[in-house]
């Protein structure tokens, strides 16, 4: 990778982490715009297809930029299917938003998919990391991507981009969308000589009606029950202690009409007389640790929780936006003020219940917390922040932001109030 820029600009460090995006250690294949760079900042997404073991290599580079302050980071996935990610300049003011395609189900009016194994024999010889189809297989991908979405061929960047398959395509293939322009629709005919082509070219999925039925059935049922609406009620705001999440949470809510109040997380549960008396009188008579016993309580502590959480979901709605001071995967989440933090044995539990609102998380650098909780462990940080981004940006649902709180809070205000404004 080339080396990191020498000065702090905010765009500069943007345009750096596009160009190690496109000379990483993984592979993706762009399906269609133009070659990345900073002409695509605050514009439409980035389309790549990508296994899922690039996608945890890019996502674990990203999170080492995010350190770094090159970047802040949104990772968001409703279905497993698709991941999208946002890069935002540190400042919060440019953004640039990548749809990473795990399984691409726009062929076939979404009967077949195509995945990145099933694509890369077809691309041309690597330059990068990104990789494109020749332009007559890219024009066919583009063109089964309008059916499945229906899209109208009317619009502008539609036509442009037709225009532009009709310069680089071979004589077989400018025929057909000269056609799609003069006519501005795809004939059937149409339709299944590009997924003739495109099946002759790359190796497609084409599950059986039950199979496929099966799975987006059981990935709807996911969606609807673990995933927020996508009007937001509520985030969370979480970090490790000391982070600043409480900080910075009480000057949005000065700052933000929208933000109607910060709740204290931990209040999900320390608020239990149960839990009070638990601690108070059982503990003691089992003689057992505090860490031994957190482990015990753990799966009860985080089930209150997420009930808590849903029914404050359910209060919060036409109240405003309320963010809430820790994330309910804290509760399973032990021995934090030592060197090995962990989950507990119990963590199964958050892929059945909770609800999964936007979640921000705090990351700063551990020695700007030793001053402020020398209770807590420069290791035991890193740990928790790690763990937390591999559990947040790798699972779906989610909708998690990987924000680097390592400068004053004044820019810290204006840099989450800026990337709030476009959620």
């Known amino acids: 990778m080339t080396d990191s820029p020498t000065h702090n600009i905010p765009s500069d460090n943007l345009r750096w982490c596009l160009e190690q995006i496109e000379n990483g250690p993984w592979s993706a294949i762009q399906l269609r715009g133009e070659q990345i760079s900073d002409t695509q900042f605050n514009q439409d997404d980035i389309d790549l297809l990508v296994s899922n073991e690039s996608a945890k290599i890019l996502l674990s580079a990203i999170y080492t930029w995010v350190c770094e302050r090159k970047c802040h980071a949104r990772v968001m996935s409703r279905k497993n299917r698709k991941v999208q990610l946002i890069l935002y300049s540190t400042d919060g003011k440019d953004c640039v938003i990548f749809d990473l395609w795990l399984e691409l189900w726009q062929l076939d009016h979404k009967r077949s998919c195509l995945t990145y194994s099933g694509a890369k024999d077809a691309i041309k010889t690597p330059q990068s990391s990104i990789s494109r ?8 991908i583009y063109i089964q991507h309008l059916i499945c979405k229906k899209r109208s061929i009317d619009n502008q960047s539609t036509i442009s981009r037709l225009n532009y398959y ?11 969308i000269v056609d799609i322009v003069n006519t501005q629709k795809i004939s059937q005919t149409i339709d299944e000589l590009t997924l003739k082509y495109i099946n002759e070219r790359c190796l497609i999925k084409s599950p059986s009606n039950f199979t496929h ?3 987006r059935l059981s990935s709807l049922i996911k969606e609807s029950w673990l995933a927020a609406p996508r009007e937001n009620r509520m985030i969370s705001i979480m970090g490790s202690d000391g982070a600043g999440k409480t900080t910075i949470a009480t000057h949005l809510l000065e700052s933000e ?9 931990k209040h999900l549960y320390r608020k239990s007389y149960i839990h009070k008396l638990l601690v108070i009188f059982i503990r003691p008579l089992l003689f057992q640790s ?50 090995t933090p962990r989950f507990s044995r119990f963590r199964f539990l958050s892929n059945i219940f909770g609800k999964r609102i936007p979640i921000i998380h705090c990351i700063v650098n551990p020695q700007n917390i030793s001053d402020r909780k020398p209770e807590m462990t420069e290791q035991g940080i890193l740990h ?16 998690y932001l990987a924000f680097n709180n390592d400068c004053s809070l004044e820019d810290s205000v204006e840099a ?3 990337i709030l404004n476009k959620l």
């Open 133 to 140: 189809f020749p332009a007559n297989l890219e024009a066919c």
């Open 166 to 176: 009709n310069e680089n395509c071979d004589k077989e293939l400018t025929d057909v």
């Open 213 to 215: 039925t099966t799975k």
């Open 257 to 265: 009409d929208n933000i109607s109040r910060v709740f204290t997380g």
């Open 290 to 339: 505090r860490e031994t016993f957190d482990e015990k309580l753990a799966p009860w502590v985080y089930l209150r929780a997420s009930l808590g959480i849903r029914i404050k979901y359910w209060r919060q709605k036409n109240k405003g936006l309320m963010l809430v001071d820790r994330t309910i995967m804290d509760f399973l989440y032990l021995d934090r003020k030592t060197d």
């Open 384 to 399: 928790y922040n790690q763990d937390m981004f591999n559990c947040h940006s790798l699972r779906s649902p989610t909708d």
């Open 416 to 418: 989450l109030t800026t």
